[in-house]
């Protein structure tokens, strides 16, 4: 018989989430500390989705996307989760750029990069300023229209160097392009320039198990290997989600799949307007990546000085499509000291991470797939030698993933690594006005992207459940005090 993963789930919850990333987990835990009957269903055997992490042979443990993320995930984590969880985060304190334009060691705060454009840059501080302030004050309700290739020349014309600097990070933290809208870029480019660029001390495996601990005290009923086939929707408003086999009703569901997945695959098309279909269908998907896991022999070190994540690239100028091609020239390597994972083995890891295009590597055949991933990790350590000196004689193991890998794990559609590109974002909160109900959170539109922004939009949801869930409540009661009167 196989395993049963929902036994003596109930017939009944208040809501359902679906999807254990960030956003999915910290919507569950809201609603759950607010007394709400919650369900979590996960179609993976781990939780946390993206924010994952995988072991080998040796006590090395490999994070795919714990590489940096903004101040603010200490307050998200403080008010949404423990303090033993916010206490943890800790910056990352040499953040390195190495190109044919540049090569230089930042904190990577405004403080910081005024004094590098200002002093080594040359450049004007009126307009340095000008560019902080102009990126600072953007948010929702501003003009969508600039891109943020018009907004880094509006102040820095004809300056690539500079250009490089502002956007090849930001770049690699959410898939934006110098050709999205200018407010995506300020809102995160702003957030990790308040304090620098922070991680999580114990991994992502200590933090998903501390988030599990959690919602299991706040009683949330946690199941995984639950693939979520249908969310049933009559009369516009949602009804039950058809998971392993059985029908569970709800009040009420999040889903924290993939914005397109959920629209199209789990609801169906049909029960939508015309007009919402066909803003859904528009939504373009952010890009996917490769990475190459990289683990030296035990006893091998690496100097600090080396930096903890540090943009390379060989590329004389910063170009979006050389960033996407598969010839790559641009990589972000995090390295991953002993301090990393004080409770665990001490090991020096590093993970090289690149954008890539999902349609590169989708229909290769099989042969041709596992050359190209090899042929990535060579070229990788190519690469790295220059920061990591013999590399090749100093590895204990080497591994690659690919678009294909992402997909596989999370049923990210073309393995997106960061969910949509701008326009997901209305769509995404348009949801529930198209059915009672229906939620979605989830990395969306750039801005609720990456750990912050995912864990962000799940309090944001939680509290739009909460809203309808207590109205509900009080439209009961009120019904039932009619009667009795
Ligand atoms: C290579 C890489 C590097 C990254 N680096 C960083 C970084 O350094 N900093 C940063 O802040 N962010 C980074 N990110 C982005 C960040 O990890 C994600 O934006 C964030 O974790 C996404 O959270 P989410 O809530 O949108 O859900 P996801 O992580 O996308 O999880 C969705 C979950 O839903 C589940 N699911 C899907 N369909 C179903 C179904 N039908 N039934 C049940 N379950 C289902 C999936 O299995 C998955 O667990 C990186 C991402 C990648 C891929």
Redesign the pocket.
């Known amino acids: 018989m196989p395993k049963d993963f929902l036994k003596d789930a109930k017939d009944e919850y208040d809501v359902v989430v679906?999807?254990?990333?960030?956003?999915?987990?910290t919507a569950a835990n809201m609603l759950a500390r607010n007394g709400y009957n919650v369900l979590l269903?996960?179609?993976?055997y781990k939780?946390?989705?993206?924010?994952?992490w995988f072991k080998r042979p040796g006590g090395h443990i490999f994070d795919?996307?714990?590489?940096?993320?903004p101040y603010g995930m200490v307050k998200s984590c403080r008010r949404y989760w423990t303090p033993e969880i916010a206490d943890s985060i800790v910056q990352l304190k040499h953040i390195r750029f190495d190109n044919p334009m540049f090569s230089l060691t930042t904190s990577f705060n405004r403080d910081d990069f005024t004094k590098l454009l200002i002093e080594q840059f040359q450049v004007d501080p009126a307009a340095v300023h000008g560019f902080f302030d102009a990126a600072r004050k953007m948010d929702f309700q501003d003009d969508q229209h600039t891109t943020t290739g018009e907004l880094l020349n509006r102040f820095f014309p004809g300056r690539e160097d500079v250009i490089r600097l502002l956007m090849e990070p930001i770049t690699?933290?959410?898939g934006s392009t110098l050709e999205d809208p200018a407010i995506s870029y300020g809102i995160v480019f702003s957030n990790f320039m308040s304090k620098g660029v922070f991680t999580f001390q114990g991994g992502t495996d200590r933090l998903i198990h501390l988030m599990e601990a959690e919602m299991r005290r706040n009683g949330v009923d946690i199941r995984i290997k639950?693939?979520?086939?249908k969310i049933d929707c009559q009369g516009g408003r949602v009804r039950s989600v058809t998971?392993n086999g059985r029908t569970i009703k709800t009040k009420a569901v999040v889903s924290?799949?993939?914005l397109k997945?959920t629209i199209f695959?789990?609801v169906g098309e049909e029960v939508f307007d015309r007009d919402y279909v066909d803003e859904a269908r528009a939504v373009r998907l952010n890009n996917?990546?490769t990475?190459v896991y990289m683990a030296l022999k035990p006893d091998d070190t690496i100097e600090e000085s080396t930096g903890d994540l540090l943009f390379s690239s060989t590329a004389p100028l910063f170009r979006t499509e050389m960033l996407l091609s598969r010839e790559i020239t641009s990589r972000t390597f995090?390295f991953y000291y002993p301090r990393t994972r004080p409770q665990g083995k001490p090991r020096c890891l590093i993970v090289s991470?690149t954008n890539a295009r999902y349609e590169d590597w989708a229909d290769l055949p099989e042969d041709e797939y596992q050359a190209s991933k090899q042929d990535l990790v060579e070229t990788t350590l190519d690469a790295l030698d220059k920061y990591v000196p013999n590399i090749r004689d100093r590895i204990a193991h080497a591994e690659a993933?690919t678009p294909r890998t992402?997909q596989h794990?999370?049923?990210?559609v073309a393995?997106a690594?960061?969910?949509t590109k701008f326009e997901g974002l209305q769509v995404s909160f348009d949801l529930p006005k198209q059915i009672a109900g229906l939620y979605h959170?989830?990395?969306?539109g750039i801005i609720?992207?990456?750990?912050?922004?995912?864990?962000n939009?799940?309090r944001m949801v939680a509290s739009d459940v909460d809203n309808l869930l207590a109205t509900n409540c009080s439209q009961a009661d009120a019904a039932v005090s009619e009667v009795g009167s």
């Open positions: 679906i999807g254990s990333g960030l956003a999915g987990l269903l996960e179609q993976h939780l946390g989705g993206m924010a994952t795919i996307s714990l590489h940096g993320f690699y933290a959410n639950c693939d979520v086939e998971v924290n799949a993939n997945q695959r789990l996917s990546s990475q995090s991470s993933s992402f794990y999370t049923h990210h393995g690594s960061f969910g959170a989830g990395s969306v609720m992207s990456g750990w912050l922004g995912a864990m939009y799940g």
